[in-house]
């Protein structure tokens, strides 16, 4: 009998992340304050921080479903595999502090700019993430021959880029409108994954 200590299976792993992704979202809702007051005009000074939470919403919802599709095409866990999903979970937990602080302050400049570099940053972290599985799976993996030369994945880094550029130097209204713009060219599940997946099993 061995005593050596077993691998992570993948179940696990999802089980962990989904586990992590649904506190966050628990935290944000929890952002949203009730309004003192019982008419619809006390709704309004809330109205931002629903508009942003709607955002990170539908954002961190992306993040899961493509992880979910991300992980079963995924073989082993390694140890490399585990620390760069924890680095795109430590990115996706700081969505309800730059969510909250974005919503508070009216989508000023400052937090539009840094709600911007924590979304590019969750965007890197998750091709860091599906990366390491290449690389752990080899050349030939399913994830590799599912992402492709990953176009939409390179134009979001761009236009996260260009809407922090956008909030800090021209205006934080652009910003918004770019990060809305990647979260509908997300919106739609990406199917990659399960046409390879399929087409593997025949």
């Known amino acids: 009998m061995s005593h050596g200590a077993a691998p992570m299976g993948k179940n696990r792993l999802e089980a962990f992340s989904d586990g992590v992704i649904a506190v966050i979202i628990t935290i944000m ?20 921080v629903f508009l942003v ?3 990170s919403f539908v954002n961190v919802g992306i993040y899961w479903n493509n992880h979910h599709h991300m992980l079963h ?8 595999i585990l620390w760069a999903n924890l680095h795109l979970l430590f990115w996706l937990s700081l969505f309800p502090f730059t969510t909250a602080w974005m919503g508070e302050n009216h989508f000023a400049a400052t937090p539009a700019a840094i709600y911007g570099c ?12 599906q990366q ?12 590799r021959k599912a992402v492709g030369r990953d176009r939409k994945g390179k134009a979001s880094t761009i236009l996260y ?14 910003a918004i409108g770019l990060y809305v713009l990647v979260a509908v060219i997300w919106f739609v599940p990406d199917r990659r994954i399960e046409r390879a997946l399929g087409s593997d099993g025949g």
């Open 29 to 48: 809702v929890l952002e949203l304050k009730v309004p003192h007051g019982e008419t619809l005009d006390a709704l309004a000074p809330a109205l931002p």
């Open 53 to 55: 939470y709607v955002l």
């Open 73 to 80: 095409a995924l073989e082993r866990v390694t140890g490399p």
């Open 118 to 129: 924590v979304l590019l940053a969750a965007s890197l972290a998750y091709v860091i993430l």
């Open 132 to 143: 390491t599985i290449i690389r752990s799976q080899g050349a030939d993996s399913l994830l």
């Open 161 to 174: 880029i260009a809407a922090i550029l956008a909030a800090l130097f021209v205006s934080r209204w652009i």
